[in-house]
T-cell receptor, first 111, second 115 residues
Framework: EDQVTQSPEALRLQEGESSSLNCSYT??????LFWYRQDPGKGPEFLFT???AGEEKEKERLKATLTKKESFLHITAPKPEDSATYLCARIDQTGANNLFFGTGTRLTVIP | DGGITQSPKYLFRKEGQNVTLSCEQN?????MYWYRQDPGQGLRLIYY???????QKGDIAEGYSVSREKKESFPLTVTSAQKNPTAFYLC??????????????FGPGTRLTVT
């Protein structure tokens, strides 16, 4: 069965304390791995797409990387405004471009 | 401004009533999607449509119905047959073209409460 597993479920960081969020998947032949940010009560906001192992993308304090088994979202020197739930998703294997989501990592950055 | 709008933001209904959630996009995207989000669970796909006048069931379509009469619009009806309709509903759209344009963009969501 297709699985997307995110860890940890929750993460508390001090402002400026860098860390990484993990997204692992079980299916082979990945056709796309996506990262989103979701604030409470709002729709997910698209961050990154990664398509092949070794690929990296950056945006401000966030950097996403991809291997053959997992993706990491690295957060460098986080600020309180980075507090949110971070979701990863991969394209399913049915041939349609549907996304299969993990349950997310809830990040809290303490001032 | 290009984007996806969902209305209303909050919706309250009595059990046994059908209710329709609106989703409109002006991004000229071909594909549109409906997801349901419950606490502690990932987003789950209800229905999707890759082209006007065509739509497919997702993983949890029972008790829901959709239509896609216009490219811009993809309304979702939550019927009385849906056993657990209280949830946060999210609409999304994507270009669905080529290898590198598959990301989905989401609307602000509608929180439905059925009592």
């Amino acid at each position: 069965e297709d699985q997307v597993t995110q860890s940890p479920e929750a993460l508390r960081l001090q402002e400026g304390e860098s860390s990484s969020l993990n997204c692992s998947y079980t299916v082979s032949g990945l056709r796309g791995l996506f990262w989103y940010r979701q604030d409470p009560g709002k729709g997910p906001e698209f961050l990154f797409t990664l398509y092949s192992a070794g690929e990296e993308k950056e945006k401000e304090r966030l950097k996403a990387t991809l291997t053959k088994k997992e993706s990491f979202l690295h957060i460098t020197a986080p600020k309180p405004e980075d507090s949110a739930t971070y979701l990863c998703a991969r394209i399913d294997q049915t041939g349609a471009n549907n996304l299969f989501f993990g349950t997310g990592t809830r990040l809290t950055v303490i001032p | 401004d290009g984007g996806i709008t969902q209305s209303p933001k909050y919706l309250f209904r009595k059990e046994g009533q059908n209710v329709t959630l609106s989703c409109e996009q002006n991004l000229n995207h071909d594909a549109m999607y409906w997801y349901r989000q419950d606490p502690g669970q990932g987003l789950r796909l209800i229905y999707y449509s890759q082209i006007v006048n065509d739509f497919q069931k997702g993983d949890i379509a029972e008790g829901y119905s959709v239509s896609r009469e216009k490219k811009e619009s993809f309304p979702l009806t939550v019927t009385s047959a849906q056993k657990n309709p209280t949830a946060f509903y999210l609409c999304a759209s994507s270009l669905n073209a080529g290898v590198t344009k598959r990301e989905q963009y989401f609307g602000p969501g509608t929180r439905l409460t059925v009592t």
